[in-house]
């Protein structure tokens, strides 16, 4: 099956045909319908982030069950899904808590000379488990989500990743209130799902900050009340005005330090301050020492503190309302081939996401 391979840090991606091992147990075979392309895939590209490589990216995936391993019960051959990023155990203390995105505990016995992708006889590895960037994917099942019928896999891909991790974070980890201050800083594909959560949960005011005016443009349609660009305006200065001293809730979704702590230093007294973005490892936050007095939070939301089946299908009945917007997301639709065109889009900001449409539903 043909794959995109990341085979060195900074340099296109490759279409190869590579082998896929068949499901063990605790797995499934999926057929990729459509995969959206994230900024998070771009770190690695990118080197921000280390991968074992060569490697097959993409986690914002949906497609249709081929084939299932022993003892996979929750979803069967036929069946079409999401394919979350995070494949949660059910028995940890981070399942059992309600909190399955934070869930490490493997799920399967797959050996380590037994990889689910190789190219001749060399392993490749996968990104996040889902590695969907290709034709076919072998993954823990526990991570599938069923996609509800007249729902298109284009839609659902989105879910996978960009609209759980905005919704998410605004409603399972900051838990914004109605009629409180929001600024997002960052309007991309995570950043628009965090402007269209605080308006679905009736947030008074909502900021959006970005440097490439077009993108502002597009805030404004989801939901966004103000815009600043960041580009000719200091972003925390007028927040900070907009707001009478600071926002209720601010959050980061670019992924650098320097956004980080503007969007900690716009938050006011009380605020909150949520880092979406996938900063460096190496990087280091700094904030002032006067978080005690002025009772402010600085938290990290990973994968919007998804809890999948909860979760999930309630972004699914949002969306049939009409109160979730995910098409217009959707700038630009690629083949698989067309996945270092996509990348460079990304890259210069021109896009909110673009989807790979790799095969037929
Ligand atoms: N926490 C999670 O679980 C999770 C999940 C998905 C993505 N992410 C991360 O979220 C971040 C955003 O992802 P995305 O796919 O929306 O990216 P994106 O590239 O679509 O959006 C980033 C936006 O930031 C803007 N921008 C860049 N530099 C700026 C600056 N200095 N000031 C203001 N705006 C600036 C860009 O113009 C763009 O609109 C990435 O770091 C990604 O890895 C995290
Ligand atoms: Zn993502
Ligand atoms: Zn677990």
Redesign the pocket.
């Known amino acids: 099956m043909k794959a995109a391979v990341l085979n060195a840090p900074k340099t296109p991606l490759s279409i190869e045909e590579l082998t896929i091992d068949e499901p063990i147990a605790g797995e499934a075979l999926v057929r990729v319908v459509a995969a959206g392309v994230?900024?998070?895939d771009?770190?690695f590209i990118e080197g921000t982030y280390p991968g074992r490589l060569p490697m097959v990216l993409g986690h914002e995936v949906a497609g249709v069950v081929e084939k299932v391993g022993p003892g996979v019960t929750h979803v069967k051959a036929g069946d079409r899904v999401i394919m979350g990023f995070v494949q949660p155990c059910g028995h940890c203390k981070y399942c059992d808590a309600g909190r399955p995105n934070l869930c490490q505990t493997r799920t399967t016995a797959r050996a380590a000379d037994r990889p689910i992708l190789k190219r001749g006889d060399q392993a490749v590895s996968g990104m996040a488990g889902t590695a969907g960037f290709a034709q076919q994917s072998v993954m823990p099942a526990t991570g599938l989500v069923q996609v509800p019928d007249g729902i298109g896999l284009d839609v659902a891909a989105l879910v996978g990743?960009?609209v759980m991790?905005g919704y998410g974070?605004v409603v399972n980890t900051a838990k914004v209130e109605p009629g409180s201050t929001v600024a997002v800083?960052?309007?991309?594909?995570?950043?628009?799902n965090i402007i269209q959560a605080a308006r679905l949960a009736g947030a008074s005011r909502i900021i959006a900050?970005?440097?490439?005016e077009a993108?502002l443009g597009v805030a404004k349609q989801f939901g966004a009340t103000d815009t600043v660009n960041?580009?000719d305006t200091d972003?925390v200065k007028k927040v900070q005005e907009l707001t009478g001293g600071g926002a209720d809730f601010t959050f980061e979704?670019?992924?650098?330090k320097?956004?980080a702590e503007?969007a900690y230093a716009m938050a006011g007294r009380g605020g909150t301050a949520v880092?979406?973005?996938?900063?460096p490892p190496m990087d280091q936050i700094s904030i002032s020492g006067m978080i005690w007095m002025q009772e402010k939070t600085l938290k990290?939301?990973?994968?919007?503190s998804a809890r999948f089946h909860t979760d999930m299908p309630r972004i699914f009945d949002l969306y049939r309302q009409g109160k979730l917007n995910i098409e217009g997301l959707v700038t630009k639709r690629f083949p698989l081939e067309g996945i270092n065109e996509a990348f460079d889009l990304?890259?210069s900001?021109a896009?909110?996401?673009s989807v790979l449409e790799i095969g037929a539903e």
Do not use: E
């Open positions: 994230c900024h998070s771009l770190h990743c960009s991790t974070a800083i960052g309007a991309g594909g995570v950043g628009l900050v970005d440097m490439v993108k960041a580009g972003p979704a670019i992924g650098l320097v956004t503007q880092i979406v973005g996938m900063i990290g939301s990973y994968y919007g990304l890259r900001g896009v909110s996401r």
